[in-house]
């Protein structure tokens, strides 16, 4: 079964980094796209970025671009979405999800950050 | 950034209703075009891609289709499990883009 298994909910003050994962299973990581997906409380689907684990090939929403870095550890199925200065508007669930069409969604996770 | 406009935001439907949401791309994305459901508290899922393809274990009532700019998501018959909210997404060009979301409550 494919499946996408994100990291657990986090809970930061507004400066702190925060490094979340998605890891892929029953499928070959390095052979998809995988996409980070923001849904603010009450609010609709934003698109932040993809990677291809393969080689690492990355590209970023402009909304989002320099706010996030979007990695991979292809040793590890294990893709990543990583802040290095929380904001409190960067409270939101956060999906990760495979292809450019995204087939497999993983459950999310979400980050409150508040002082 | 390409922008996707679906209509209606929300609709009220009954049990058994035949239901048609609709997304606009801004510019044409040929049949690069996702659909996905969402249920509160949940992760979206994968219906449709390629404009009318139905994803593997997605039931036959769900239909989609459209090429171009204008696009169509059609519930043949809506079931009390459909009550959701629906996003369409291009992914003709970087970066992809969701539409608003279409609600779709019980009448």
């Known amino acids: 079964e494919v499946q996408l298994v994100q990291s657990g909910a986090e809970v930061k003050k507004p400066g702190e980094s925060l490094k979340i994962s998605c890891k892929g299973s029953g499928y070959s990581f390095t052979s998809y796209w995988i996409g980070w997906v923001r849904q603010m409380p009450g609010k609709g689907l934003e698109w932040m970025g993809i990677?291809?684990?393969?080689?690492?090939?990355?590209r970023y929403s402009p909304s989002f671009q320099g706010q996030v870095t979007i990695s991979a550890d292809k040793s590890i199925s294990t893709a990543y979405l990583q802040w290095s200065s929380l904001k409190a508007s960067d409270t939101a669930m956060y999906y990760c999800?495979?292809?450019?069409?995204?087939?497999?969604w993983g459950k999310g996770t979400t980050v409150t950050v508040s002082s | 950034d390409i922008q996707m406009t679906q209509s209606p935001s929300s609709l009220s439907a009954s049990v058994g209703d035949r239901v048609t949401i609709t997304c606009r791309a801004s510019?044409?994305?040929?049949?690069?075009l996702a659909w996905f459901q969402q249920k509160p508290g949940k992760a979206p899922k994968s219906l449709i891609y390629a404009a009318s393809s139905l994803q593997s274990g997605v039931p036959s009532k769900f239909s989609g289709s459209g090429s171009g700019t204008d696009f169509t998501l059609t519930i043949s018959s809506l079931q009390p499990e459909d009550f959701a909210t629906y996003y369409c997404?291009?992914?003709?060009?970087?970066?992809?883009?969701f539409g608003g979301g279409t609600k779709v409550e019980i009448k």
């Open positions: 510019q044409g994305i040929s049949n690069y």
């Open positions: 990677i291809y684990p393969g080689d690492s090939d990355t």
């Open positions: 997404q291009q992914y003709n060009s970087y970066p992809p883009t």
């Open positions: 999800a495979r292809r450019e069409y995204m087939d497999v």
